[in-house]
């Protein structure tokens, strides 16, 4: 999708009443949940994982309900305040770890709506910046740097690696990463629901070198244009084991809120140590 339709339907979503706005965006939702097999076989493998109690109907209809959530998360995330709430829990936690004078890690996932809690966490005054993946269209990119800068957070580098999320840790500031994804393919074994899935080791080798702090955080939405962010307490140095089962937590209490679209699992993956 070029940054063209991204604007326009960003325009939509921010003037369209919220009842047409999201039916709009699931009709797009359940074309699109149809047209690429792969990306819905593979939604539909995770939520195997996850829920290995459904059949194949119920999987079925949460493939589907994944696609229309994510929808509707976008239509949230492009509509302006205060058409989307969203409360923090734990935010007494996050500013007790920043109180310790270190660099903090908010590790989190492709859960709820990423994009709309770091914009709380900014509004809230909290100073922060999220390591994000360029798009690889220029036009894309600048389009949601743009909205990231307008809610106060600021974007740094593509990898746990880069100078400047090291830089951001090592001035003691509060770098946000979603790790339940690789980073340039770099991956672990860890156990998660039971299997192994290759998690990124890079934030915590990040956290260990500049002496950060982890907090694990997490959105989940809780009605239209209602969402919850949800802070853990600090973490000293946590094993990826520890995070895979925060996010296993997380995860199982709205697994078609999970917007990951590529598989978790390598079935070939070694068993993680």
Avoid at 129 to 134: E, F, G, M, S, V
Avoid at 235 to 240: D, I, R, S, W, Y
Wanted: charge should be positive; charged fraction near 25%; aromatic fraction near 6%.
């Amino acid at each position: 999708m070029t940054h063209v339709p991204y604007r326009l339907l960003a325009w939509l979503a921010a003037r369209l009443p919220r009842p047409l706005a999201y039916a709009i965006a699931r009709a797009i939702a359940r074309l699109l949940a149809h047209a690429g097999p792969a990306r819905r076989q593979a939604v539909r493998g995770n939520l195997a994982r996850v829920r290995p109690d459904a059949g194949p109907r119920t999987l079925d209809r949460m493939v589907d309900a994944t696609y229309v959530a994510f929808a509707e998360s976008l239509v949230d995330a492009w509509r302006e305040e205060p058409a989307v709430a969203v409360a923090i829990e734990g935010a007494e936690r996050l500013r007790a770890a920043l109180a310790t004078g270190k660099g903090v890690v908010l590790w989190s996932a492709h859960l709820g709506n990423w994009e709309l809690a770091a914009a709380a966490l900014a509004r809230a005054g909290f100073p922060v910046t999220a390591l994000a993946r360029p798009h690889a269209n220029k036009a894309t990119a600048r389009f949601f740097a743009g909205r990231r800068a307008a809610a106060g957070v600021r974007v740094v580098g593509r990898c746990p690696g880069a100078r400047g999320a090291r830089s951001v840790l090592r001035a003691r500031g509060l770098l946000a990463l979603l790790g339940d994804r690789r980073f340039e393919g770099e991956g672990r074994p860890v156990a998660l629901f039971g299997r192994p899935a290759r998690l990124p080791a890079a934030p915590l080798a990040l956290a260990r070198r500049t002496g950060a702090l982890v907090v694990p955080g997490f959105v989940i939405r809780v009605g239209p244009g209602r969402y919850r962010v949800q802070l853990e307490a600090p973490l000293v140095e946590p094993p990826l084991a520890a995070l895979a089962a925060v996010l296993e937590r997380h995860v199982r209490r709205d697994p078609t809120q999970w917007f990951v679209f590529e598989p978790m699992w390598d079935e070939r993956a070694a068993e993680p140590a």
